[in-house]
């Protein structure tokens, strides 16, 4: 296992993942609760990251650590990118006849309207929490693309430069809410089991709804949901792998950069310094093409 040393966070721009309407409606392997699964988690990321930046953004006249401004700077044109390109692919499922623009503005409003009714530390750490559950996601993308061999590669380079960045800017928001707002340790881990409980619901619901919406009867959802849970819950599973990395949050004296396998990361970054090109570096991941 490779443990983070010294990372750099670069925001790459002008990425093409080439996700045109000709990839299949259920990309995951012909699987529809997967591929829902993730398009659910990809409709969410707008508003999720818009909320993260403001977050964020309201403590950026207090830092005073030049290094921290910058990676704030760097973590805000990150998140930027992956909300652009995660829209460029929700387009894909306008043309099947989801309501994208109104999911997505609905859910901008709502989170505004959260934001602006809590208090400044909570919005930070809801931020750092929902920061943690994508960073242990994208650690494990990372290091267990076996469990994406038959998704579209397109879509699942897509996930893996947005993983690769997840961790580049993983210590980020840590960082400003310990150094600067100096948020607590309750208030640090209430907010990780709220943002938890919430992320579950919200992507649990929208899993369902699109499901309803491709037209499947409550027993093949009941299906479908069984043999998805299994991907995520049962041995070696998706979500399970996760859990270790997810519980040190907990810990009193955490710290995001000294947890998660780097190894994933240094192949994929590896390969995108030689070719530029994120599609080649997911693709080779995903196939283990790497040796
Ligand atoms: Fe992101
Ligand atoms: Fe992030």
């Known amino acids: 296992m490779t443990i983070q040393t010294d990372v750099q966070i670069i925001p790459r721009t002008g990425l093409d993942f080439s996700l045109s309407n000709e990839i299949p409606t259920f990309w995951f392997g012909g699987d529809a609760f997967k591929t829902r699964l993730f398009d659910a988690h990809s409709l969410l990321t707008p508003a999720g990251e818009g909320f993260f930046i403001r977050c964020l953004k309201a403590y950026k006249n207090q830092i005073r650590d030049s290094r921290l401004n910058l990676e704030v700077e760097k973590f805000i044109l990150q998140e930027g990118q992956h909300t652009l390109q995660h829209r460029l692919s929700n387009n894909r499922l306008k043309a099947q006849g989801i309501d994208v623009d109104k999911l997505e503005s609905d859910q901008q409003k709502e989170t505004e309207r959260f934001r602006l009714r809590i208090s400044q530390h909570l919005g930070l750490a809801l931020t750092t929490a929902y920061e943690h559950i994508t960073t242990i996601t994208s650690h494990a993308l ?62 649990s619901m929208l899993t369902g709804k699109l499901l309803r919406h491709d037209g499947f009867s409550f027993t093949q959802r009941l299906a479908l949901w069984r043999r998805g849970l299994k991907w995520m819950y049962g041995k070696n599973g998706f979500t399970r792998i996760q859990l270790k990395h997810y519980f040190a949050y907990f810990r009193p004296h955490f710290h995001p950069t000294s947890f998660g396998d780097m190894s994933g990361y240094n192949r994929w970054k590896k390969i995108y310094r030689l070719t530029n090109d994120p599609l080649i570096a997911g693709k080779m991941i995903q196939k283990n093409d790497f040796a």
């Open 142 to 203: 990372m290091e267990h693309p076996e469990l994406f061999s038959d998704a579209d590669p397109n879509i699942f380079s897509l996930y893996a430069w947005h993983s690769a960045e997840e961790i580049e800017h993983k210590s980020v928001c840590f960082d400003v809410m310990q150094n600067v707002a100096k948020v607590k340790y309750p208030l640090r881990v209430f907010a990780l089991v709220i943002a938890t409980l919430s992320f579950q619901v919200q992507v």
